[in-house]
């Protein structure tokens, strides 16, 4: 039969101790991960919509929204004279 000193399970505690930190760490790290893809797609995203909206804007001015119950939408693009 097995006989265990207190040393013994007070070894057996640290190493245990130990994986159950290297797991939270992990886990916490690929959270962290996970959170800053998230929003490196975001600013991607925001950036593909603007490079849009401007290409839009310099092809001709914005498009507008088509005209519901009779009411004509109409945007019109404002441009800021070129200063030298």
Known sequence: MF???????????VV??????WRYDRRMAEQEREATVKERDA???????????????IA???IAEPPSRGRIN???SIRAPIVD
């Open 74 to 76: 109409r945007v019109e």
């Open 16 to 21: 245990v101790a130990m994986g159950a930190a």
């Open 60 to 62: 001709g001015g914005l």
């Open 43 to 57: 600013a991607i995203a925001n950036e593909r919509r603007i490079a849009e909206l401007r290409a839009r804007e």
């Open 3 to 13: 006989r265990f000193t207190i040393r013994d399970v007070l070894w057996l505690m």
